[in-house]
Protein backbone atom coordinates (compact mmCIF):
# COMPACT_ATOMS: atom_id res chain seq x y z
CA UNK A 1 0.00 0.00 0.00
CA UNK A 2 1.74 3.27 -0.72
CA UNK A 3 1.90 6.05 1.93
CA UNK A 4 2.51 9.51 2.81
CA UNK A 5 4.68 10.52 5.87
CA UNK A 6 3.10 13.48 7.55
CA UNK A 7 5.59 15.82 8.99
CA UNK A 8 3.40 18.32 11.36
CA UNK A 9 6.09 20.49 11.91
CA UNK A 10 9.64 21.60 11.40
CA UNK A 11 12.40 21.48 13.97
CA UNK A 12 11.68 18.48 16.34
CA UNK A 13 12.38 19.22 19.47
CA UNK A 14 13.97 16.16 20.32
CA UNK A 15 16.94 16.19 18.64
CA UNK A 16 18.02 12.89 18.35
CA UNK A 17 21.79 12.87 16.93
CA UNK A 18 21.27 10.38 14.03
CA UNK A 19 18.15 12.61 12.72
CA UNK A 20 18.66 14.73 9.50
CA UNK A 21 17.10 17.42 11.24
CA UNK A 22 18.84 20.30 10.03
CA UNK A 23 19.13 19.10 6.34
CA UNK A 24 15.22 19.54 6.61
CA UNK A 25 15.57 22.67 8.38
CA UNK A 26 17.65 24.23 5.54
CA UNK A 27 15.70 22.27 2.83
CA UNK A 28 12.52 23.77 3.60
CA UNK A 29 13.57 27.60 4.25
CA UNK A 30 15.68 27.01 0.79
CA UNK A 31 12.18 25.69 -1.65
CA UNK A 32 9.16 27.36 0.89
CA UNK A 33 9.21 30.91 -0.58
CA UNK A 34 5.17 30.77 -0.88
CA UNK A 35 3.40 33.01 1.54
CA UNK A 36 3.45 30.91 4.48
CA UNK A 37 7.14 30.36 4.54
CA UNK A 38 8.63 30.48 8.48
CA UNK A 39 5.71 28.86 9.73
CA UNK A 40 6.85 26.44 11.76
CA UNK A 41 3.24 24.02 12.03
CA UNK A 42 1.29 22.59 9.26
CA UNK A 43 -2.19 23.57 9.71
CA UNK A 44 -5.47 22.13 9.84
CA UNK A 45 -6.35 23.58 6.28
CA UNK A 46 -3.43 22.52 4.42
CA UNK A 47 -3.67 19.32 6.20
CA UNK A 48 -7.15 18.67 4.47
CA UNK A 49 -6.06 20.44 1.71
CA UNK A 50 -3.82 17.64 1.12
CA UNK A 51 -5.90 14.49 2.25
CA UNK A 52 -8.74 15.94 -0.09
CA UNK A 53 -6.66 15.39 -2.92
CA UNK A 54 -4.51 12.00 -2.00
CA UNK A 55 -5.96 8.98 -4.01
CA UNK A 56 -8.27 6.87 -1.82
CA UNK A 57 -5.76 3.67 -1.29
CA UNK A 58 -2.74 6.04 0.13
CA UNK A 59 -2.29 5.19 3.92
CA UNK A 60 -1.61 8.32 5.63
CA UNK A 61 1.55 7.78 7.84
CA UNK A 62 1.58 10.06 11.45
CA UNK A 63 5.53 9.98 11.16
CA UNK A 64 7.51 11.63 8.97
CA UNK A 65 10.35 14.28 10.31
CA UNK A 66 8.94 15.35 13.66
CA UNK A 67 6.82 13.51 16.51
CA UNK A 68 3.28 14.19 15.38
CA UNK A 69 1.86 14.89 18.71
CA UNK A 70 4.12 18.25 18.63
CA UNK A 71 1.46 20.05 16.31
CA UNK A 72 -1.20 20.68 18.93
CA UNK A 73 -3.65 20.31 15.82
CA UNK A 74 -2.28 16.48 15.18
CA UNK A 75 -5.56 15.19 17.62
CA UNK A 76 -7.64 17.13 14.99
CA UNK A 77 -5.52 16.02 11.68
CA UNK A 78 -6.04 12.46 12.66
CA UNK A 79 -10.22 13.12 13.14
CA UNK A 80 -10.19 14.69 9.85
CA UNK A 81 -8.37 11.48 8.23
CA UNK A 82 -10.86 8.64 10.31
CA UNK A 83 -13.73 10.48 9.10
CA UNK A 84 -13.03 10.85 5.22
CA UNK A 85 -12.52 6.39 5.78
CA UNK A 86 -8.75 6.74 5.33
CA UNK A 87 -6.07 4.38 6.49
CA UNK A 88 -3.51 5.86 8.93
CA UNK A 89 -1.07 4.58 10.95
CA UNK A 90 0.44 6.25 13.82
CA UNK A 91 4.20 6.52 14.89
CA UNK A 92 4.76 8.05 18.19
CA UNK A 93 6.83 8.43 21.35
CA UNK A 94 3.79 10.01 22.10
CA UNK A 95 6.01 13.50 23.06
CA UNK A 96 3.63 16.56 22.81
CA UNK A 97 0.73 14.41 23.73
CA UNK A 98 -1.49 15.62 26.33
CA UNK A 99 -3.73 13.59 28.35
CA UNK A 100 -6.85 14.88 26.66
CA UNK A 101 -5.12 14.47 23.31
CA UNK A 102 -4.76 10.32 24.32
CA UNK A 103 -8.07 10.13 25.15
CA UNK A 104 -8.84 11.60 22.20
CA UNK A 105 -7.39 9.22 20.17
CA UNK A 106 -8.15 6.86 21.94
CA UNK A 107 -11.86 7.20 21.61
CA UNK A 108 -11.76 7.97 17.85
CA UNK A 109 -10.08 4.93 17.22
CA UNK A 110 -12.56 3.00 19.25
CA UNK A 111 -14.97 4.84 17.58
CA UNK A 112 -13.93 5.00 13.65
CA UNK A 113 -11.22 2.12 13.69
CA UNK A 114 -13.27 -0.62 15.98
CA UNK A 115 -10.15 -3.62 14.30
CA UNK A 116 -7.10 -1.03 15.56
CA UNK A 117 -4.27 -3.39 16.25
CA UNK A 118 -1.10 -2.04 17.89
CA UNK A 119 2.27 -3.33 18.45
CA UNK A 120 2.55 -4.84 22.10
CA UNK A 121 4.81 -2.74 24.05
CA UNK A 122 4.66 -0.35 27.05
CA UNK A 123 2.69 1.87 25.50
CA UNK A 124 -0.17 -0.96 24.82
CA UNK A 125 -2.28 0.61 27.91
CA UNK A 126 -3.18 3.20 25.21
CA UNK A 127 -5.81 1.02 23.86
S1 LIG B 1 11.91 13.32 14.07
FE1 LIG B 1 12.17 11.42 15.26
S2 LIG B 1 14.32 10.90 15.00
FE2 LIG B 1 14.12 13.05 14.38
S3 LIG B 1 14.58 14.27 16.22
FE3 LIG B 1 12.36 13.93 16.17
S4 LIG B 1 11.99 12.05 17.40
FE4 LIG B 1 14.18 12.14 16.86
Not at 75 to 86: F, G, I, S
Request: hydrophobic residues 30%.
Amino acid sequence: MPRLQITTMIGCHLMCTFCPQDNLKESYGAHNDRKDRGKKYLSIENFRRVIDKLPKHVRIDFSGMSEPWANPDCTQMLRYALEQNRHVAIYTTLYGMTEKDADGVVTLLRRLRPQAHHRKSSHARLL
